[in-house]
């Protein structure tokens, strides 16, 4: 959560971080709630999640109101995030899933080290 709070710049109380513990082999599944200043539109917050994640090869970005599944990422080094909004109050609801025992640990050193030695950043992910 101070990752998170340091790069949006949002304070503590405007933000809420629930990761769903359920009695699963591997998976993580993160709900994050927030007041979504200036935005108005569930596809205008996707927008912005585009612009920063476009070059991210694994990371898939789902259409408003679509939410991610763990099954969709077992296995893999993605991270798959959907985005909803509600207009009249700002609120916004982030649902991300990543597969903790590849994009968790061993996929993301993989990932880290094809990057620090100068290989394709998806060598041997993919």
């Not at 070059?55 to 969709?72: C, I, K, M, Q, T």
Request: net charge negative.
């Amino acid at each position: 959560m101070p990752e998170v709070l340091q790069v949006s710049g949002l304070e503590e109380g405007e933000f809420s971080f629930t990761a769903q513990l359920l009695p699963l082999d591997r998976g993580i599944l993160e709900t994050i709630y927030f007041r979504a200043k200036g935005v108005h539109s569930a596809e205008e917050l996707l927008h912005i999640y585009e612009q920063r994640y476009s070059a991210e090869p694994f990371v898939r970005l789902y259409d408003p109101g679509h939410s991610p599944e763990l099954r969709a990422v077992a296995r893999t080094n993605f991270c798959d995030i959907g985005v909803t909004l509600d207009p009249h109050t700002g609120r916004a609801v982030v649902v991300s899933a990543i597969d903790n025992l590849v994009k968790g640990a061993a996929g993301q050193a993989i990932q880290n080290m094809n990057l620090m030695l100068g290989f394709a950043e998806t060598e041997g992910l993919l």
